[in-house]
């Protein structure tokens, strides 16, 4: 039952720094979602995925990249990490309609 | 613009019952979703309400009015391990996205 596994679980990354996180499901979901939780802010979608080979912007999308080149896999990538950029990391899949999102432990990211 | 609205903390007793709030203002409506998430783990699924009333789960029941923009989560018989953070979300009307709210701390007293 591994339902939406994300890697990794913990990072620590300098200023300028490059990384990709890494979002797997094995439900057959054709949604995919990245979020950033922040204190105080609640859960903010970076971007998301409607079907393989498709990505759009969230709310918060700049200084994030995302490829979903197979229907299991959902990327993000951070191109030039800033301190800003620290948080937790939530990726989420969903069936379409009337279907509840399913997320992932969460990574946290630390950038100093 | 797009907001939803909850209190950031509440406090009951064990044994109690608590009703959390939720107003929403958003561009189109296709569903509210309530999930509970305990400190340092994902958040998971509660309830899902799409037309006006009441969903009963066990020991938590959800409602919505969509006239109103505004639903609350009851929680019965209140344990320790209710002590969670609970979400509001939204889907918009693209049927895509989801808009969250900050969440509402619970803290449950012996």
């Known amino acids: 039952n591994a339902g939406v596994t994300q890697t990794p679980k913990f990072r620590v990354l300098k200023t300028g720094q490059s990384m990709t996180l890494l979002c797997a499901q094995d439900?057959?979901?054709?949604?995919m979602y990245w979020y950033r939780q922040d204190p105080g802010m609640g859960l903010r979608l970076i971007h998301y995925?409607?079907?393989?080979?498709?990505?759009a912007k969230g709310e918060v999308p700049d200084g994030y990249n995302v490829s979903r080149l197979k229907k299991q896999n959902f990327l993000l990538g951070l191109e030039s990490a800033a301190p800003s950029q620290t948080s937790v990391y939530f990726c989420?899949?969903?069936?379409?309609?009337?279907?509840?999102?399913?997320f992932g432990d969460g990574t946290r990211l630390s950038i100093l | 613009g797009q907001n939803i609205d909850q209190p950031t903390e509440m406090t009951a007793t064990e044994g109690a019952i608590v009703q959390i709030n939720c107003t929403y203002q958003?561009?189109?409506?296709?569903?509210l979703f309530w999930y509970q998430q305990h400190a340092g783990e994902a958040p998971t699924f509660l309830s899902y309400?799409?037309?006006?009333g009441l969903e009963e789960k066990g020991r938590f029941s959800s409602f919505l009015s969509r006239s109103k923009g505004y639903s609350y989560l009851l929680l019965k018989e209140l344990q320790m391990k209710d002590s969670a953070s609970y979400l509001c979300?939204?889907?918009?009307?693209?049927?895509?996205?989801?808009?969250f709210g900050t969440g509402t701390r619970l803290k449950v007293l012996a």
């Open positions: 989420a899949s969903s069936l379409p309609q009337s279907q509840p999102q399913h």
């Open positions: 995925s409607v079907g393989e080979g498709t990505t």
């Open positions: 439900m057959n979901h054709e949604y």
């Open positions: 958003t561009s189109g409506f296709n569903g």
């Open positions: 979300a939204v889907r918009d009307g693209t049927q895509y996205k989801y808009i």
């Open positions: 309400n799409v037309l006006d």
